[in-house]
């Protein structure tokens, strides 16, 4: 059974930097995508970016770029997601979501909530 | 970027009846090589991330009830559950995979 497990809840402060992490348990395919999709309350989803976790290969949503990193550690296990300079509209849910190839998520993580606030 | 619109924002709708949600795509995302539309369906309910419905605009995943179905091609698309129930409230949203992914606004649906 696959599992996405998020990191724990973050409050941060407006011009700060977070990190979240992701990791994918039970998922037997060795290359795969991880994405990271933001939910602010009450709205809709907004796509920020992926990295596969094979080749360390990413790409980012322009509405981001430059602003935010994606990365995986070394073994492939897990997944990071850098968020900087954060105003306090970064306020939302931040998901990860697993894909194999180009398709439509398969698996979301519980979520992370990010409060930015002075 | 794909812009995906969906409508109606909201619908309400009683017991055993048919919703309908409509989703549109800024281009197609009919992709001519393989004939299969990159158009998913997703369900949210509160507290919950968001579960994938269908994919490819017609194929339901596995466990998802056959009251779900989808259909349309190109740029028009169409979500409907055939006989609501009392635990299909939830947001649902369209997304497109054609390209970058990008999803539609969203349509609540609630018992009437």
């Known amino acids: 059974q696959v599992q996405v497990v998020q990191s724990g809840a973050e409050v941060k402060t407006p011009g700060a930097s977070v990190k979240l992490s992701c990791k994918a348990y039970g998922y037997r395919f060795t290359s795969y995508t991880m994405h990271w999709v933001r939910q602010a309350p009450g709205q809709s989803l907004d796509w920020m970016g992926w990295v596969n976790v094979g080749d360390g290969n990413t790409k980012y949503s322009q509405k981001f770029q430059g602003r935010v990193t994606i990365t995986r550690d070394t073994s492939g296990n897990t997944a990071y997601m850098e968020l900087r300079s954060l105003k306090s509209e970064d306020t939302a849910l931040y998901y990860c979501?697993?894909?194999?190839?180009?398709?439509?998520?398969?698996?979301w993580g519980q979520g992370t909530m990010v409060t930015v606030s002075s | 970027d794909i812009v995906m619109t969906q409508s109606p924002d909201s619908l309400a709708v009683s017991l055993g009846e048919r919703a309908t949600i409509s989703c549109r795509s800024g281009q197609s995302v009919l992709y001519s090589s393989d004939n299969k539309n990159y158009l998913a369906w997703y369900q949210q309910k509160p507290r919950q991330p968001p579960k994938l419905l269908i994919r490819w605009a017609s194929t339901r995943e596995s466990g998802v009830p056959d009251r779900f179905s989808g259909s349309g091609s190109g740029t028009d698309f169409t979500l409907t559950i055939s006989s609501l129930q009392a635990e299909d409230v939830a947001v649902y949203y369209c997304?497109?995979?054609?390209?970058?992914?990008?999803f539609g606004g969203g349509t609540k649906v609630e018992i009437k």
């Open positions: 979501a697993l894909c194999n190839g180009w398709s439509p998520f398969d698996y």
């Open positions: 997304q497109q995979y054609y390209s970058n992914p990008s």
